[in-house]
């Protein structure tokens, strides 16, 4: 088996390195974009290009952004209830 | 005549239905919507393989983790092949790459079962235009 095979399904196999620190949640956006694509694939009546990512683009941002606010909101309440 | 038609359609459904399983977007394609499973097909696709690319395929545990693996399980059948083989716990998952390779792996699966049941309500809405409703 050639090389590069080995090295590509040996990276299946064992885990990447993610510390546990804050950088770590950045990797909810992948995920967050998969969603609403397959989303907006499911959901507009005809697909073309511009309206896909267009409309593509309106929901992730908006999911992002009530993210960041979700997330300042529940910081500044801890930060009160802290001092 | 009538139930003959009904029969037709419930068997045409689950067909549509059981590609869209067992292949992500395969069940638009049976209904022409090509675009659209193109679209499913490679991002279902990608978020699963970046799921166990993180976690590595220990993430896939039949035993240990079976709520996981019922999400996991929607991406396709295929998903129990691979559950078979990390059953006796050979392959490592530990820590946040775990946490992060199951949750990427169970969302592809969910957003699947989004794309069956979208698949199956077109199927109806095709039909129902076929029959002239």
Redesign the interface.
């Known amino acids: 088996m050639p090389i590069m095979d080995i090295w590509i399904m040996a990276s299946f196999t064992s885990p990447e390195r993610i510390g546990i620190n804050p950088q770590s949640t950045l990797w909810l956006i992948p995920l967050v974009a998969a969603i609403a694509i397959v989303y907006k694939a499911t959901k507009l009546p005809t697909i073309t290009l511009g309206n896909f990512i267009k409309e593509t683009m309106a929901l992730f941002g908006s999911t992002v952004a009530f993210m960041v606010i979700t997330t300042l909101v529940l910081y500044v309440l801890a930060w009160i209830i802290a001092i | 005549m009538g139930q003959q038609l009904k029969e037709n359609r419930i068997l045409f459904f689950m067909v549509v239905a059981l590609l869209a399983w067992c292949l992500p977007g395969a069940g638009h394609f049976l209904l022409n919507e090509k675009?659209?499973s193109i679209?499913?097909f490679v991002?279902?696709v990608?978020?699963f393989g970046?799921g166990?690319?993180?976690?590595?395929?220990?993430v896939i545990e039949p035993v240990g983790a079976k709520p996981w693996y019922i999400a996991q399980i929607m991406n396709s059948p295929m998903v129990s092949v691979l559950g078979y083989a990390t059953a006796g716990g050979s392959?490592?998952?530990?820590?946040?790459?775990?946490e992060?390779?199951q949750?990427?792996t169970s969302?592809?699966g969910l957003?699947n079962l989004?794309?069956i049941v979208?698949a199956v309500y077109l199927a109806n809405l095709s039909r129902a235009k076929v029959a002239g409703g």
């Open positions: 675009k659209r679209i499913i991002t279902i990608l978020t970046a166990i690319y993180i976690g590595s395929i220990g392959y490592p998952v530990y820590g946040r790459p775990g992060i390779g949750i990427y969302i592809s957003l989004l794309c979208n």
